[in-house]
């Protein structure tokens, strides 16, 4: 898996590298430079526009602009600023690109950005080096207007190391942000080319060695998931298995006018490789999820005669179950809310690997301390919120949850001492110990209703394999993802369904 750093790594790392190593800053800077050069000229633009910022990030534009002009291309420089702003490394390669001939513009009026950019045409290739990594407040005034010049541009963006305007932690716009077509980033993928909404911004990210060593990053939490994490998952049966030792989920799941939620939940969770799938509910969701279900293997548990004969008869279906998920379809009434709490506490207390997802998290939002209360230190639980969940489960709204994700999902897992899958584009895994993964497969389509319900016995299902939580999160959520995409390429994303979803998974496991 790819390692994904912060501002604050990177700094760390190149810090380490010139200080320690002895790579002289100037030296990175013309690898960095010369890559970004490399990937401009193999798209092969008529002209090439350079615009730079004062600092670090505008050396590495001179370094580039320098070799393009070298190769024989037009070029022209723009720095956004004056020439006596710009200090260290990032002045010797500018000096080295005006002795080189580049032809250069300094812009440090509003006025001039017309005759700065000179005229729009569509097989000119921008180059963004405008602003690095170290950017931490609103873009505005010159640089903002750059920023908006700069996409209404018809040519190819190419941004350096983070597209101008990205919080390249959080992966958020800091007011104006370059819309980059390609972002060559050094050393390692920055964390908010990542994930959402960055990973939109950033366009393909090519990532470069620039002489940073890799054994530097091996501390960092951050990754970004491969295929890799589903080969525990995937591969041939052990001759000698059957359906007891393929493992058997308890389903807590469905009510009336939502029975098709425990059915997407519990085919999928059997399409991933559970031997056995029992799915409890009232007589009613039962009776409506058999009727619609083309899942004759799905075995029932009716629950009826009150809070304590439900409750009695879950305990004992808990004998011989390997996990229990809870939540798809589920009520939000006070009795359901009592009834998961309780069947929460019994799993707890055997040590049963737990997935809660939908109302079930709706109930744990309304008793924070559920999850503390009869735990284990060898419990294995895991959360599936999507935003407006994680904001009730944090008290506070969806924005906030949606203008850190990052930050959201390792609030979550370290308050709850939960594993946690938050739910969208990118979806994030993020563990009580730091850990944070971010899942580069699925796509829009997967925007309708079941789709979670079928996440939901996808991570169940793993769970019954033996693994923990994070990697059974982890596994789970870049299968689902693949899973739609393979939909999606086949038939397009809209009108794609959760059971079309279903049907895919053995395939991506495949």
């Given at each position: 898996?790819?390692?994904?750093?912060?501002?604050?790594?990177?700094?760390?790392?190149?810090?380490?590298?010139?200080?320690?190593?002895?790579?002289?800053?100037?030296?990175?800077?013309?690898?960095?430079?010369?890559?970004?050069?490399?990937?401009?000229?193999?798209?092969?633009?008529?002209?090439?526009?350079?615009?730079?910022?004062?600092?670090?990030?505008?050396?590495?534009?001179?370094?580039?602009?320098?070799?393009?002009?070298?190769?024989?291309?037009?070029?022209?420089?723009?720095?956004?600023?004056?020439?006596?702003?710009?200090?260290?490394?990032?002045?010797?390669?500018?000096?080295?690109?005006?002795?080189?001939?580049?032809?250069?513009?300094?812009?440090?009026?509003?006025?001039?950005?017309?005759?700065?950019?000179?005229?729009?045409?569509?097989?000119?290739?921008?180059?963004?080096?405008?602003?690095?990594?170290?950017?931490?407040?609103?873009?505005?005034?010159?640089?903002?207007?750059?920023?908006?010049?700069?996409?209404?541009?018809?040519?190819?963006?190419?941004?350096?190391?983070?597209?101008?305007?990205?919080?390249?932690?959080?992966?958020?716009?800091?007011?104006?942000?370059?819309?980059?077509?390609?972002?060559?980033?050094?050393?390692?993928?920055?964390?908010?080319?990542?994930?959402?909404?960055?990973?939109?911004?950033?366009?393909?990210?090519?990532?470069?060695?620039?002489?940073?060593?890799?054994?530097?990053?091996?501390?960092?939490?951050?990754?970004?998931?491969?295929?890799e994490v589903l080969r525990p998952f995937s591969g041939a049966l052990g001759p000698l298995g059957h359906k007891g030792t393929h493992g058997h989920l308890l389903l807590l799941a469905g009510?009336?006018?939502?029975?098709?939620?425990?059915?997407?939940?519990?085919?999928?969770?059997?399409?991933?490789?559970?031997?056995?799938?029992?799915?409890?509910?009232?007589?009613?969701?039962?009776?409506?999820?058999?009727?619609?279900?083309?899942?004759?293997?799905?075995?029932?548990?009716?629950?009826?005669?009150?809070?304590?004969?439900?409750?009695?008869?879950?305990?004992?279906?808990?004998?011989?179950?390997?996990?229990?998920?809870?939540?798809?379809?589920?009520?939000?009434?006070?009795?359901?809310?009592?009834?998961?709490?309780?069947?929460?506490?019994?799993?707890?207390?055997?040590?049963?690997?737990?997935?809660?997802?939908?109302?079930?998290?709706?109930?744990?939002?309304?008793?924070?301390?559920?999850?503390?209360?009869?735990?284990?230190?060898?419990?294995?639980?895991?959360?599936?919120?999507?935003?407006?969940?994680?904001?009730?489960?944090?008290?506070?709204?969806?924005?906030?949850?949606?203008?850190?994700?990052?930050?959201?999902?390792?609030?979550?897992?370290?308050?709850?001492?939960?594993?946690?899958?938050?739910?969208?584009?990118?979806?994030?895994?993020?563990?009580?110990?730091?850990?944070?993964?971010?899942?580069?497969?699925?796509?829009?389509?997967?925007?309708?209703?079941?789709?979670?319900?079928?996440?939901?016995?996808?991570?169940?299902?793993?769970?019954?394999?033996?693994?923990?939580?994070?990697?059974?999160?982890?596994?789970?959520?870049?299968?689902?993802?693949?899973?739609?995409?393979?939909?999606?390429?086949?038939?397009?994303?809209?009108?794609?369904?959760?059971?079309?979803?279903?049907?895919?998974?053995?395939?991506?496991?495949?």
């Amino acid at each position: 898996m790819s390692v994904l750093v912060t501002a604050a790594e990177m700094r760390a790392f190149d810090r380490h590298t010139i200080d320690v190593i002895g790579v002289p800053g100037a030296v990175l800077m013309e690898t960095a430079g010369h890559a970004v050069a490399e990937v401009v000229r193999s798209l092969e633009p008529a002209r090439v526009l350079v615009v730079c910022g004062v600092g670090n990030n505008g050396g590495d534009g001179c370094v580039a602009a320098r070799w393009l002009h070298g190769w024989g291309l037009e070029v022209r420089l723009v720095l956004v600023g004056a020439v006596n702003r710009v200090h260290g490394d990032a002045a010797l390669h500018l000096h080295a690109a005006q002795r080189a001939g580049v032809p250069l513009v300094e812009l440090d009026d509003l006025g001039a950005i017309d005759a700065a950019f000179g005229p729009s045409l569509p097989d000119t290739v921008l180059v963004d080096a405008l602003l690095g990594t170290g950017l931490g407040r609103p873009v505005e005034g010159l640089f903002a207007e750059v920023i908006d010049r700069i996409n209404e541009e018809p040519g190819v963006k190419v941004a350096v190391d983070v597209p101008s305007g990205l919080d390249s932690d959080r992966g958020v716009p800091l007011g104006s942000c370059v819309r980059a077509d390609r972002t060559v980033t050094f050393g390692f993928c920055k964390r908010g080319l990542a994930v959402a909404p960055g990973f939109t911004f950033a366009g393909r990210v090519d990532v470069v060695d620039i002489g940073i060593p890799v054994a530097l990053a091996r501390g960092c939490k951050t990754v970004l998931l491969e295929a890799e994490v589903l080969r525990p998952f995937s591969g041939a049966l052990g001759p000698l298995g059957h359906k007891g030792t393929h493992g058997h989920l308890l389903l807590l799941a469905g009510s009336p006018g939502k029975s098709g939620a425990a059915a997407l939940a519990g085919r999928a969770a059997l399409r991933c490789g559970a031997g056995l799938c029992t799915v409890a509910a009232d007589k009613a969701a039962l009776a409506a999820m058999m009727a619609v279900s083309a899942t004759p293997e799905l075995m029932t548990l009716a629950l009826a005669g009150g809070l304590d004969a439900e409750l009695a008869s879950l305990e004992a279906a808990l004998d011989g179950k390997r996990a229990l998920a809870i939540g798809p379809g589920l009520s939000t009434s006070g009795e359901t809310g009592q009834l998961v709490s309780r069947l929460v506490q019994a799993a707890l207390s055997r040590a049963l690997p737990l997935v809660l997802d939908a109302d079930g998290l709706n109930h744990l939002a309304t008793n924070p301390q559920l999850l503390t209360d009869g735990a284990t230190n060898r419990r294995i639980v895991v959360l599936t919120p999507h935003p407006g969940e994680a904001a009730r489960l944090l008290g506070r709204s969806i924005a906030d949850v949606q203008a850190d994700r990052v930050a959201s999902a390792l609030e979550l897992a370290a308050t709850y001492g939960a594993v946690v899958a938050l739910k969208g584009a990118r979806t994030l895994v993020a563990a009580p110990d730091g850990r944070l993964a971010v899942c580069p497969t699925g796509n829009a389509g997967l925007g309708t209703g079941g789709t979670g319900d079928v996440l939901t016995g996808c991570i169940g299902a793993l769970l019954l394999q033996g693994s923990d939580g994070f990697e059974a999160a982890t596994a789970g959520v870049y299968l689902h993802g693949a899973a739609g995409d393979l939909v999606a390429a086949r038939s397009g994303q809209r009108g794609l369904l959760a059971s079309d979803v279903i049907e895919a998974l053995p395939q991506v496991l495949r």
